[in-house]
């Protein structure tokens, strides 16, 4: 069964805090994906990357980075944590090759962070 | 105006019914379309996936998409209380593409 681990399910940060947000897949995937999940917004895409070392912004990059330096692991960094990023975050992995890529993402269980 | 529509709900129904989850969209480009399932406190897992207009059937879920509309639904005959969960609706251009989603519909399945 294709896993994709979030290493915490729940943070409590403050206002200005860096945070870390790790997720390891183990399907030996090409695609990995961070979303922000919201109340009556849905999922939105923040970053994306199809290789190591490689990163493509999505729909609401701002006040985020990430890194890529292993293909299995994915991070996502707040520099500097405020109110509005409270939310879940979900990582997401998938096959690049068309031929084997039905549009299915596998995603982690979520990470909620809650920045105070 | 947002992509894709969805009703976020919450719709609560008794065991057995038949029940109809929508989304209409407004990019005509839009050729795959998914539903994924997401338990409580869990990641969204697909569903359902098809391709172009026509219905998909896998046991009592019925895909149907309505390209001529714009709108797609997920039929769940003989609802369960397992069915309890958020529907999302998906859809992209090109395989492999950029998924958008919908809101979300909370689904509420009441023995």
């Known amino acids: 069964d294709v896993k994709v681990t979030q290493s915490s399910r729940y943070l409590v940060k403050r206002t200005g805090e860096k945070v870390f947000l790790e997720c390891v897949q183990d399907?030996?995937?090409?695609?990995m994906f961070w979303y922000r999940q919201d109340p009556g917004l849905g999922l939105r895409l923040i970053y994306f990357?199809?290789?190591?070392?490689?990163?493509e912004k999505g729909d609401i990059p701002e006040g985020y980075s990430v890194s890529r330096e292993k293909k299995e692991r994915f991070s996502l960094i707040l520099e500097s944590a405020s109110t509005n990023q409270t939310s879940m975050y979900l990582c997401?992995?998938?096959?690049?090759?068309?031929?084997?890529?039905?549009?299915?993402?596998?995603f982690g269980e979520g990470s909620r962070l809650t920045v105070l | 105006q947002k992509e894709v529509e969805q009703d976020p709900g919450p719709l609560s129904v008794p065991e057995g019914a038949i029940v109809s989850l929508n989304c209409t969209y407004s990019?005509?480009?839009?050729?795959?379309f998914m539903w994924y399932r997401q338990y409580s406190r869990k990641g969204p897992e697909l569903l359902m996936y098809t391709y172009s207009s026509g219905n998909k059937e896998d046991g009592r879920f019925t895909a149907q998409v309505d390209k001529s509309s714009k709108y797609i639904s997920l039929f769940i005959r003989d609802s369960q209380p397992s069915d309890s969960a958020t529907y999302l609706c998906?859809?992209?251009?090109?395989?492999?593409?950029?998924?958008?989603f919908g809101q979300g519909t909370e689904l509420s399945v009441k023995p």
């Open positions: 997401a992995s998938s096959f690049l090759r068309l031929a084997m890529n039905t549009g299915e993402l596998f």
């Open positions: 990357s199809y290789d190591v070392k490689m990163k």
């Open positions: 399907m030996d995937h090409e695609n």
């Open positions: 998906a859809m992209t251009v090109n395989q492999g593409g950029k998924l958008i």
């Open positions: 990019n005509s480009a839009f050729q795959y």
